[in-house]
């Protein structure tokens, strides 16, 4: 196996930090930049889902579009695949049962019954 970073060494002052390259390891390696705080990045690629309406519901949703339209100024409602994902953020966003943290209940130890004095 070929080492082509020592084949071919870029020379720094041996008095200062290195310039030219990352310093070495204690295994003399080439260092790599520090971590950054904020992780990898969230996978954000739309996943499509499938879900049915009953005829009810669609006229409800087509209903609230047009009046997101209306006040909006929209010419045409909003197509309802792009409501409803904002429709369903918005509600488990400000769903407080479901944000609150969970309350565990202990478990009830069972009390002896009091001694009987006769």
């Known amino acids: 196996m070929?080492?082509?970073?020592?084949?071919?060494?870029?020379?720094?002052?041996p008095y200062a930090v290195p310039t030219r390259h990352h310093a070495l390891d204690a295994d003399g390696q080439p260092t790599r930049m520090a971590k950054l705080r904020i992780g990898p990045l969230p996978d954000n690629r739309p996943i499509k889902h499938t879900i049915t309406f009953t005829a009810a519901q669609d006229a409800?949703?087509?209903?609230?579009a047009?009046?997101?339209?209306?006040?909006d100024g929209l010419s045409e409602a909003p197509p309802v695949e792009k409501l409803v994902p904002i429709i369903?953020?918005?509600?488990?966003?400000?769903?407080?049962?479901f944000?609150?943290?969970v309350r565990?209940?202990?478990?009830?130890?069972?009390?002896?019954p009091p001694p009987h004095s006769e």
């Open 99 to 101: 944000r609150a943290p």
């Open 104 to 112: 565990r209940v202990l478990p009830t130890v069972p009390r002896k």
């Open 60 to 64: 409800l949703i087509r209903d609230y």
């Open 88 to 97: 369903v953020e918005r509600l488990i966003a400000t769903d407080r049962a």
């Open 66 to 71: 047009a009046a997101i339209a209306a006040q």
């Open 2 to 13: 070929t080492k082509p970073f020592f084949e071919q060494p870029i020379l720094n002052s």
